[in-house]
DNA sequence: TAGATTGTTAATCGATTAACAATC
DNA sequence: TAGATTGTTAATCGATTAACAATC
C-alpha cells in the first residue's frame, strides 16, 4: 500500500494546493531557497502536519531537517494541478468585470490566457479589451469546439448566465467559473465554480455579528 | 442539552446558509410557497439529511409532512447571518474591478451599501461610480471610523493589497473581502475572505486533467 | 386516516492533529 | 555528531448520512 497517486485526494487537499503555491511563489521572490512546513504553516494558517500530510498524498518531496526546496515544489505542485502548461480559457461578457478579468495579469503569469471575449451587445461588440476584439457571444461554440478550449468564465449579467452556460456545456467547455449571483445548472461532465461576491459577505456577516455580541458581554 | 443556539456552529454549516438563502430567494420569485428538504437539496446538491440537520442548530422551521414555509425561512436566515438590516462598505479601487463591484445591483438587493469609494490615483479621484464620487484613499481612515463602517472591500493592483488592509485594520473595519491575489495579513480581529480567480482556477484544472486521463484510460 | 416530511439519533466516514521514529 | 524537520502512524475530532419515530 504506497503513500503516492493511487488514492483519491481529498477535496480539501485540492483545495489548498493553490493557497500552498500563491505562498511559495511569494517566497521564492522573497529570495527565499526553502520553506520549512512549520514557516509555511505560519504563512497560510494553515496546520504544518496536514501541510505535509496533503503533501504525501503525491510523493515525499521534502529533506528531513532542511524542509522543501521551493523551486522544486512549485514545480511539483503545478504539475499535479496541471498548470506546468498553458490553458486557454474565453470569457463570456465585455463589462467592467470582465475587463477586469482580462485585464487582470496574474491570469497570463499563472499559465491562462484568455483567447476570446464574447458579448450579445451591439455596442460592446467589434470594442477591444486590452488586445482581443470582443466578438458576438453566437460565435462561441464555433471557436471553443475550433480551438479546443475547456474553460469558461462566465461574467454577464445574471439573467444571462443559464444561457452562456447552457451554451459552454453544449459546446464541449468543461470547466466553469460563474461570477454571476445566478445558481446555474450545468451537465455531469462539467466542474463548476461559483464565486458570488454578496454569499461571500453573506457568509463573513455571520462572524462579524457573533464578534460584536461577544464584545457586547 | 437543547438543539439551538448554544452550541458552536460547525463553520460548514454557515457557509452553506448563504446558498440556501440564494435558492429560496431564487424559488419564492418562482411563485413558490413552500420547498421540501429534497427540494432544496436537488437544487443546491448538498444532501436533505445535511439541510435538515444544518436548520435544526437554529432552530426548528420546518413543518412535518410539509416542507419550510420559504418566505419565513429566508427571514429566519437572513436573521442568522446578520442581513435582516442594511450594512454599509467602502471599496477601495476604482478600476475596472472597482467598478464591477459598484455598479453590481445584487449588493443592494441583498442590503449592502457601498458608501464610500477610495483610489490614490490622481485621475480617478473626483470621478463618479454610479453617483459615487471617488475619494482619496488618505481619507478612508476617517470616512470608515465617522460612519462606524464595518466591512472594507480591497479591489486594488496586488502590490497594494498590503497596504489597503493594513489600513483597513487600523481604522476599524472587522470584515475585509479581498479580490487581490497577494496573501494579505491582518489582526486578530478582522475576518479576511480571499476571492483570487486563479486560485479557483487552478483548483478546478485538478479535475480538469483528472477527468481527461480517465476519458483516456 | 394515509401520506409526506420533518427533527433527531446513531453509524459511518473522513479529515485533522499530535507525536515520534526516520533521516537529512 | 547534534539539531532540525520530514514522513507516517495512530488518536481525535468533527462532519456527513442513513434511518426512523414523531407529527403535520
Chains 1, 2 share one sequence.
Do not use: W
Request: include cysteine; charged fraction near 20%.
Amino acid at each position: 500500500m504506497s503513500t503516492s497517486e493511487n488514492d483519491r485526494i481529498p477535496e480539501g487537499v485540492i483545495e489548498r494546493l493553490p493557497t500552498y503555491l500563491s505562498v511559495l511563489i511569494q517566497l521564492r521572490q522573497d529570495g527565499c531557497y526553502t520553506a520549512s512546513s512549520a514557516k509555511l504553516g505560519d504563512l497560510t494558517d494553515i496546520n504544518p502536519a496536514q501541510i505535509r500530510r496533503d503533501l504525501t498524498h503525491f510523493g515525499s518531496f521534502g529533506k528531513r531537517g532542511v524542509g522543501y526546496e521551493i523551486v522544486s515544489l512549485i514545480d511539483r505542485i503545478q504539475r499535479i494541478l496541471g498548470s506546468d502548461h498553458t490553458h486557454r480559457l474565453v470569457l463570456v461578457g465585455a463589462g467592467h468585470l470582465g475587463a477586469a478579468i482580462a485585464d487582470y495579469n496574474g491570469l497570463r503569469a499563472r499559465g491562462f490566457v484568455v483567447s476570446a471575449i464574447f458579448d450579445n451587445s451591439p455596442s460592446k461588440i467589434g470594442t477591444r479589451i486590452g488586445d482581443i476584439i470582443v466578438q458576438d457571444v453566437e460565435a462561441m461554440p464555433r471557436i471553443v469546439r475550433d480551438q479546443n478550449i475547456r474553460i469558461g468564465v462566465i461574467a454577464v449579467p445574471p439573467e444571462a448566465a443559464q444561457t452562456v452556460s447552457d451554451m459552454m456545456c453544449a459546446s464541449g467547455i468543461r470547466v466553469i467559473l460563474n461570477y454571476t449571483p445566478t445558481m446555474v445548472r450545468v451537465t455531469d461532465d462539467v466542474t463548476l465554480h461559483n464565486t458570488d461576491p454578496v454569499r461571500e459577505l453573506l457568509h463573513t456577516l455571520y462572524y462579524l455579528s457573533r464578534t460584536e455580541s461577544v464584545a457586547r458581554a
